[in-house]
Antibody
Framework: EVQLVESGGGLIQPGGSLRLSCVAS????????MSWVRQAPGKGLEWVSV???????YHADSVKGRFTISRDTSKNTVYLQMNSLRAEDTAMYYC??????????WGQGTMVTVSS | EIVLTQSPATLSLSPGERATLSCRAS??????LIWYQQKPGQPPRLLIY???NRASGIPARFSGSGSGTDFTLIISSLEPEDFAVYYC?????????FGGGTKVEI
């Protein structure tokens, strides 16, 4: 079965760091573009970061310089390192696979709450 | 970045009725437009890609159309499970962007 399982979310103080993990099964993470998409409580979807199949990365301006996407092919896992967290980063973070230029597989999400 | 504007924000309909959702892009995205459905407490679900292609397992009552800057998602006859929030997304130019969503409510 093709699926994504995120973990690593939690309550963190402003300025703190977290690393989210997304474990893939049923496919290999280096064969597709893999993205993180977030959703603040009661709000819409916001694309955050992508790791291209070739290894390049790209981040939204709102997180550039603070967030870093990476992968470990031996663990078939994609990560999102989040530093200098702000209250506005509070959201459910979803990992998503891109296939046919659309997100066809989504994880259930991991919640990040930035608050003192 | 490309801004996607969805309308209406809320659509109040009854089961069996036809739903017409709109997504307008601030510049042309060709046919690189995707539709998702999201229910409370769940991740989004892919419905339509390339503006008009139904994803695997999506019922034929869902159809997408449009190109350039104007796109439409039609649900021909609403089933109880179709009441949800619908988002459009463009894949033409990075950064990827989503519309603000249309809530289809009973």
């Amino acid at each position: 079965e093709v699926q994504l399982v995120e973990s690593g979310g939690g309550l963190i103080q402003p300025g703190g760091s977290l690393r989210l993990s997304c474990v893939a099964s049923g496919f290999t993470v280096n064969s597709n573009y893999m993205s993180w998409v977030r959703q603040a409580p009661g709000k819409g979807l916001e694309w955050v970061s992508v790791m291209y199949s070739g290894g390049g990365t790209y981040h939204a301006d709102s997180v550039k310089g603070r967030f870093t996407i990476s992968r470990d092919t031996s663990k078939n896992t994609v990560y999102l390192q989040m530093n200098s967290l702000r209250a506005e980063d509070t959201a459910m973070y979803y990992c998503a696979r891109e296939e046919k230029r659309s997100f066809d597989i989504w994880g259930q999400g991991t919640m990040v709450t930035v608050s003192s | 970045e490309i801004v996607l504007t969805q309308s209406p924000a809320t659509l109040s309909l009854s089961p069996g009725e036809r739903a017409t959702l709109s997504c307008r892009a601030s510049q042309s995205v060709s046919s690189d437009l995707i539709w998702y459905q999201q229910k409370p407490g769940q991740p989004p679900r892919l419905l339509i890609y390339d503006a008009s292609n139904r994803a695997s397992g999506i019922p034929a009552r869902f159809s997408g159309s449009g190109s350039g800057t104007d796109f439409t998602l039609i649900i021909s006859s609403l089933e109880p499970e179709d009441f949800a929030v619908y988002y459009c997304q463009q894949r033409s130019i990075w950064p990827l962007t989503f519309g603000g969503g249309t809530k289809v409510e009973i």
